[in-house]
């Protein structure tokens, strides 16, 4: 079973950093284009930042330039998002979700998300 | 960036009936025939589902009621027969600028 299991979500104040995981099974996660959507309480979803299947190419939502790096580890079949700089508005639902493929294609399997608290 | 903008932005539909819902891209996601545009649906509480990729294209599993359409920067899905297992919100998403990927603002369904 293709399976996505996110941890590493928390109560954070705003300024802190945190790091999300990802842990994969059931697929060969080196075959795919990885990515993280975000969804604030009430709200849609947002894209946040994606990932080849090598490493090689990352894009990163506006909001989160500059702030948030995505990396992988298919040795370990986990993705990782390190969060800097938080923001009340940093406050979500994280979710992990697989690309159809390695590269341009949509998301078909995704976690039940990591939740994240910006606050004071 | 692109921008993908949905509408209507709620509705109600009764059972039974059909639910059209559009999307708008700020850019054309159509590529080598191919449109770069999927649906979601998510149901309260749970992840989203993918329905339809390339704009047409129903995923294993997915009942025949949903049908997607369009191309270029106008697409739509619609909903026949709507049952009551269909109540969600429903998004647009293009993957045509990956690794820039981005959704509509999502369309919340109800039974009328």
């Known amino acids: 079973e293709v399976q996505l299991v996110e941890s590493g979500g928390d109560l954070v104040q705003p300024g802190r950093s945190l790091r999300l995981s990802c842990t994969a099974s059931g697929f060969i996660f080196d075959d795919f284009a990885m990515h993280w959507v975000r969804q604030a309480p009430g709200k849609g979803l947002e894209w946040v930042s994606g990932?080849?299947?090598?490493?090689?190419?990352?894009g990163y939502a506006d909001s989160v330039k500059g702030r948030f790096t995505i990396s992988r580890d298919n040795a370990r079949n986990s993705l990782y998002l390190q969060m800097n700089s938080l923001r009340d508005e940093d406050t979500a639902l994280y979710y992990c979700?697989?690309?159809?493929?390695?590269?341009?294609?949509?998301?078909?399997?995704w976690g039940q998300g990591t939740l994240v608290t910006v606050s004071s | 960036d692109i921008v993908m903008t949905q509408s209507p932005d709620s509705l109600a539909v009764s059972l039974g009936g059909r639910a059209t819902i559009n999307c708008k891209s700020s850019r054309s996601v159509l590529f080598s025939s191919k449109d770069y545009l999927a649906w979601y649906q998510q149901k309260a509480g749970q992840p989203p589902k993918l329905l339809i990729s390339?704009?047409?294209t129903r995923e294993s599993g997915v009942p025949d009621r949903f049908s997607g359409s369009g191309s270029g920067t106008d697409f739509t899905l619609t909903i026949s027969d709507l049952q009551a297992e269909d109540v969600a919100v429903y998004y647009c998403?293009?993957?045509?600028?990956?690794?820039?990927?981005?959704f509509g603002q999502g369309t919340k369904l109800e039974i009328k």
């Open positions: 998403h293009q993957y045509y600028s990956t690794p820039l990927n981005t």
């Open positions: 979700a697989k690309a159809w493929s390695g590269s341009a294609t949509p998301f078909d399997t």
């Open positions: 390339w704009a047409s």
């Open positions: 990932i080849t299947w090598n490493g090689a190419t990352v």
